[in-house]
C-alpha cells in the first residue's frame, strides 16, 4: 500500500505530534506544514476548528476526532492506522497536543505499541507567556488547569504555596474572576502575577501587577474577563529562619520533637501566625543541627 507520507518524505508509520499557531497563522512551521501536507491522516481535536488551519494553507488532508471525550476509541483508530503503515499527524485546536490538551492518553498508547512518536515543537501558550512576563525565576512548575470546584482549587493552591518556583496555569474566562479571587486569597499579596490573553491575536494583553491588586483589576473592565489566559505567578518571598518570631520557634521547636517536619510546620504555622516559608526554614535549620 502506498501513503501520502512516504511520498512526502515522512518516517512511517508513526505519529507526528504537531504544534499549530496559538491564533496568528503566521506562527505556523514549515515543518509543520510538510508534515500537515504529507500525512495520511490528521486527528483533530476539532476537525471543524482544524479545517480552517488547513484550507488556509490549500491542505487537503483526511482529519478525524480525536477530543477529551472519544480519546480511547479514537486511539484504536489511530494504532490501526499506524499498523497500516500510516503517517499520522495529532493536532489540537491551538499550541502543543497533549500539554493541558487532548492527545497524552492517544500518545501513550502509541509508544506502548511499539510505534514512533515524533514531535514537531511549536507554539506553546504557557511558554509564550513566561518568554513575555519579566518573572525572572530561574524554576517554574506548569500546572495547568486549576480544579473546577472551589474546595479542591484551593486545596490545590496550598500545597503549591510553599513551592520554589514560579506557578503557571491556564484558566477559561468563565472561571477567570474566581480563580483571581482565590490566587490572591492563598499566595502572598506580594508576589507578582503575570496575566497573558489572548496570546498571538487582535486583543493579546500582557499585565503585569502585584497579586493581591489581581481581583479589583480584573473587576475595573469586563473586556479583562474575555479570551483563553494563561497566568504567571513568582516564586514566594524568600524567608530566613530569622523571619521567625520568638513564640512561633518555641511552639514550632516543641511540635518537630513530636511530628514530621511537614505537619510540625503547618501546625505551628496555624497557631501562632508565623508564614510558614519562614517556619520551613527554621525547621530544616533545626533539622541539619540535630
Not at 508534515?35 to 482529519?63: M, P, Q, S, Y
Not at 490538551?101 to 506553546?124: M, Q, S, T, W
Not at 490545590?156 to 506557578?167: D, H, T, V, Y
Request: net charge neutral.
Amino acid at each position: 500500500m502506498k501513503h501520502r507520507g512516504t511520498d512526502a518524505g515522512l518516517k512511517t508509520p508513526g505519529l507526528y505530534v504537531v504544534a499549530t499557531p496559538l491564533g496568528n497563522l503566521g506562527d505556523i512551521s514549515a515543518r509543520a506544514l510538510d508534515v500537515l501536507r504529507g500525512a495520511d491522516a490528521i486527528a483533530c481535536e476539532d476537525t471543524r476548528h482544524t479545517r480552517k488551519l488547513l484550507d488556509h494553507f490549500g491542505i487537503r488532508g483526511e482529519t478525524f476526532s480525536l477530543h477529551e471525550h472519544n480519546e480511547a476509541a479514537a486511539a484504536e483508530k489511530l494504532l490501526r492506522l499506524l499498523r497500516e503503515g500510516c503517517a499520522v499527524a495529532l493536532v489540537s485546536d491551538a499550541g502543543t497536543p497533549a500539554v493541558s490538551d487532548p492527545g497524552a492518553r492517544a500518545v501513550a498508547a502509541v509508544r506502548e505499541a511499539g510505534f514512533a512518536v515524533i514531535p514537531v515543537p511549536g507554539p506553546n501558550a504557557a511558554i509564550a507567556a513566561l518568554s513575555a512576563s519579566g518573572l525572572t525565576d530561574p524554576h517554574f512548575l506548569f500546572y495547568g488547569f486549576l480544579p473546577a470546584k472551589a474546595v479542591a482549587r484551593r486545596k490545590a493552591l496550598a500545597e503549591l504555596k510553599p513551592l520554589p518556583c514560579a506557578l503557571v496555569f491556564y484558566e477559561a474566562p468563565h472561571r477567570i474572576e474566581e480563580t483571581l479571587a482565590d490566587l490572591a486569597a492563598a499566595l502572598e499579596p506580594d508576589r507578582t502575577l503575570v496575566v497573558a490573553r489572548e496570546l498571538s491575536k487582535l486583543f493579546e494583553s500582557i499585565v503585569s501587577l502585584p497579586l493581591a491588586e489581581a481581583p479589583a483589576w480584573l473587576a475595573a473592565d469586563a473586556d479583562r474577563r474575555r479570551g483563553e489566559f494563561v497566568l504567571a505567578v513568582s516564586a514566594p518571598p524568600v524567608h530566613s529562619a530569622q523571619d521567625v518570631p520568638a513564640e512561633a520557634a518555641r511552639a514550632l521547636e516543641a511540635l518537630l520533637a513530636e511530628l514530621p517536619l511537614k505537619q510540625a510546620v503547618k501546625l505551628a504555622a496555624s497557631i501562632t501566625g508565623a508564614t510558614r516559608n519562614a517556619l520551613y526554614a527554621l525547621a530544616l535549620e533545626k533539622k541539619r543541627g540535630d
